[in-house]
């Protein structure tokens, strides 16, 4: 029997990173709870499922094709890398995982982040004696500009599902813990899923709480928590899925839960999914996927794969079929229309993964990245984890095309090593728990139908001061980067870049006060945004970025 109820305490299952070959870190990977605690009773069954993903020996070569983008690599970072986030002024905010250090990655002058430069940030608090150091947790940029982390399945060397939190203020460089909420459901957060509503609002998920199942809404002014409703669902228990923004201010999320009998731990994969409303702060049904999109039950791993929504407001689901069961069929997609409340079948992901390059590819625990041109770029590898892994486009028609690997460690990589985030250039940047950050250029531009609008910015503007500028899809049509719960990285903001007419100098304005976050076609919305003492003056560009479209460009002066 699994009692989900109780409280989690530090389950006995190490997880000290170790170092592998080269610069890369070996992390444990992210489990379900019900399946620690099964672990935690039988150390054995927890060996032997280590010894099925990555052995981090490079086993195959580097997979390279003309088809797609390129990879290059970004320039070496002082630690390893995990859960990307951009910050509003353009740079970016990485964590070493399962420490309390953070580094930023700022451009340099031309706008190029392969060649910016890194400066540690500071490290995160103790919190009632316990030093905060997550690894898998849920993570947003909030419209302030603020950035909020929540929970960690891992905290330092153990799997505790820690329920501490904080939040960083960029301006002065410093976190502030966040209390978890008062309620025996918030017990534990662990790498619960989180979403910033259309209307700026954050909402955070319990992975673990069940019977009630919990949700909850923060209010970013003062640090206080609302409870709003939870999915209905296989007992509303939500650990390991993942939720999406929709055109409408919906929230999705593909259940894994429905169909499992927690006392005997049988039961039938689910194919339901349940969108929120957050006017009325309720779930109901979001249709039938196809197929089951979840890891079938007898695998033990119950994970799925991500869901990306694309600029045609269509959403597309990965599974997280890891192939345990004999005869099972390749790792499957679906589609869903959010306007008609349905699904439709996808491809399957192609079988080339393995040490023999024929073994199924699925993402159970992978990302995925909406790219400018509408493809949407993601990682997969065989089993739970196992390594290589390889890197596809889903194309805007609906196919599947591998692209070439990354430069590094992917051949010793299982796919749940990598995130991704969408660079306010276009490129999309990839960790993978190695100091050897790297960023996937596409092989065609954006779609320009997409790109915010400017309707009204200032003609002129100074250093040190702070303006507004308004327009429509600043925020852009989708969040950008995709993963589920373990981390979020949305980019739907919007990011103002300058560029100097004279030297084609590029810089960003801190843009905060936004408006809406949300990703409906044409949204009206509007930015507050600085610019940085110092900044060069004359003439100059000014554009609104949103998930590494640009606007237009409208020419403003510098005094």
């Known amino acids: 029997m699994l009692s989900l109820g109780a409280a989690i305490c530090a389950i006995a299952i190490a997880s000290a990173p170790q170092a592998a070959a080269g610069e890369q870190v070996r992390h444990p990977p992210r489990i379900s709870y019900p399946t620690s605690l099964l672990f935690a009773k039988n150390p054995g069954a927890y060996r032997a499922f280590l010894a099925q993903i990555a052995s981090g020996s490079a086993t195959t070569p580097r997979f390279t094709t003309t088809a797609g983008g390129s990879w290059s690599a970004v320039t070496r970072a002082p630690a390893p890398l995990g859960n990307p986030l951009l910050l509003t002024d353009g740079t970016v905010m990485v964590a070493n995982p399962d ?21 540690q940030v500071a490290s995160l608090p103790v919190i009632n004696g316990v030093q905060y150091a997550p690894l898998y947790h849920a993570s947003a940029v909030l419209p302030d500009g603020r950035v909020i982390i929540m929970g960690g399945e891992y905290n330092g060397p153990k799997a505790v599902w820690t329920n501490l939190g904080a939040i960083y203020d960029p ?54 928590w609302k409870n709003t409703g939870a999915p209905r669902y296989g007992n509303g228990y939500q650990d390991e899925q993942g939720y999406e923004l929709l055109p409408n201010g919906d929230v999705l999320t593909v259940d894994i839960w429905t169909g499992f009998n927690f006392t005997t731990g049988a039961g039938t ?20 996927t196809p197929v089951s999109l979840v890891d079938p039950i007898a695998c033990g791993n119950f994970e799925i794969g ?57 993402l159970a625990d992978a990302p995925a990245a909406v790219e400018p041109n509408g493809a949407i770029l993601f990682a997969a590898s065989a089993g739970y984890g196992g390594n290589p892994t390889h890197f596809f486009e889903f194309t805007p028609g609906n196919q599947i095309t591998q ?8 051949a010793e990589s299982g796919a749940y090593y990598y995130n991704f985030l969408v660079l306010p250039n276009g490129q999309i940047f990839s960790t993978d728990f190695s100091s050897r950050a790297e960023v996937y250029t596409p092989a065609t531009g954006p779609n320009p139908a997409w790109a915010p609008v400017i309707d009204a910015a200032p003609a002129a503007i100074e250093p040190g001061k702070t303006y507004q500028v308004i327009g429509k899809q600043l925020n852009g049509v989708t969040q950008g980067a995709y993963y589920g719960d373990d981390v979020q990285g949305a980019t739907n903001f919007p990011i103002v870049r300058l560029s100097n007419v004279a030297t084609g100098q590029v810089f960003y304005a801190r843009s905060f006060g936004f408006s809406t976050m949300s990703v409906a076609p044409h949204a009206l919305g509007s930015a507050n945004f600085t610019i940085a003492s110092g900044a060069p003056t004359g003439a100059a560009t000014l554009e609104v970025i949103a998930n590494g479209i640009p606007s237009k460009p409208v020419l403003v002066k510098i005094k």
């Not at 994969?269 to 039938?288: F, M």
């Open 99 to 119: 420490t309390a250090e953070w580094y930023r990655l700022t451009p340099d002058s031309t706008g190029n982040y392969a060649h910016g430069s890194w400066a």
């Open 306 to 362: 991500p869901a990306a929504l694309r600029g045609d407001g269509s959403v597309v689901a990965f599974g997280g079929n890891t192939g345990c069961v004999s005869g099972a069929s390749n790792d499957p997609t679906a589609i869903y229309n959010w306007k008609t409340n349905s699904w439709s079948a996808g491809p399957y992901v192609p079988a080339v993964c393995g040490s023999d390059g024929a073994t199924a590819c699925d």
């Open 403 to 410: 692209v070439s690997d990354t430069k590094y460690f992917a």
């Open 269 to 288: 994969s689910a194919k339901n999914a349940e969108r929120y409303n957050p006017g009325k702060g309720i779930w109901s049904s979001a249709g039938i």
């Open 171 to 224: 301006l002065k460089d410093s976190w502030t813990p966040v209390s978890a909420p008062i309620a025996s459901a918030w017990t534990s957060i662990g790498d619960a899923q989180s979403i910033v509503l259309a209307d700026g609002t954050f909402m955070l998920a319990s992975c673990c709480a069940i019977n009630p199942p919990a949700d909850i809404l923060l209010d970013p002014k003062t640090l206080t």
